[in-house]
């Protein structure tokens, strides 16, 4: 178990990739705190770490409140006395718009839950891991900070942003042993999906359109961000800070 007796934070976690790695640290041995502001589906993720004998907890959280982020450390700190990996997994989509057409609402949400959110989770979190002398701080970013596509602009800046966060922040935490590191998916097969494809409903025409922009010839699942997720918090990747791990099938080549 690579992650035995570690103790996790993950936002956005009732769903997609943060459910998908709740439930994979969880099989390596972490305690989970699995945050969501959907509180229904945090408890069926922690129900389905419980059945395959992990321990988890449910919090319901929106990530662009400080007294939020605040409340997951602390159930982490109350229920297990320690916090050793936070993943900033909590996003929003952008459908396909011009920027002229583009609403500022639309702006300000994006920022708030996408750069905001990591901002605030990073603000809970890392005086912690400082104090502790350890700890690994995720961020969910994307290949759009990379390699955007036509008409995701909001999107692609807010993935932008917290790429530059991410290592600024690891700059930051380097003297006190604590790492922050940043995962770029490509599309992956999430309840987000359709609206980035700018659909109602993922449908074959988006899929195969999709699917032709990455060279090894298929999306991601929730799984392939999971296993990066859990090798970056490892003590296998104690190297590894500051960095942008392309989760991307060749995407950005």
Do not use: H
């Not at 500022?104 to 959110?117: L, P």
């Not at 988006?206 to 799984?223: I, S």
């Amino acid at each position: 178990m690579r992650l035995k007796g570690k103790v996790a934070v993950i936002t956005g976690a009732g769903s997609g990739i943060g459910a998908a790695t709740a439930i994979a640290m969880a099989r390596e041995g972490a305690r989970i705190v699995v945050a969501d502001i959907n509180e229904a589906a945090a408890k069926a993720v922690v129900e389905q770490v419980e059945k395959a004998g992990g321990q988890a907890l449910a919090v319901r959280a929106d990530v662009t409140r400080a007294a939020d982020n605040q409340l997951m450390v602390e159930r982490a700190l109350t229920t297990w006395g320690k916090l050793d990996i936070f993943l900033a997994n909590a996003g929003v989509p952008q459908f396909p718009t011009t920027i002229e057409e583009q609403d500022e609402a639309v702006f300000d949400r994006i920022f708030a839950v996408n750069v905001k959110g990591v901002w605030l989770g990073a603000k809970a979190a890392l005086g912690v891991m400082k104090t502790q002398k350890r700890g690994v701080f995720l961020v969910t970013a994307s290949t759009a900070a990379i390699r955007p596509r036509p008409g995701g602009q909001t999107y692609a800046a807010s993935k932008g942003a917290v790429v530059a966060l991410t290592k600024s922040l690891a700059l930051e935490c380097a003297p006190y042993g604590v790492r922050v590191v940043a995962i770029a998916p490509v599309a992956t097969e999430t309840p987000m999906l359709a609206t980035f494809m700018g659909k109602k409903e993922v449908d074959a025409e988006g899929m195969a359109r999709y699917v032709a922009t990455v060279p090894l010839g298929r999306l991601n699942k929730p799984e392939d961000l999971a296993n990066a997720a859990v090798f970056l918090a490892s003590d296998e990747a104690a190297m590894i800070t500051g960095s942008c791990l392309e989760v991307d099938g060749g995407r950005c080549i």
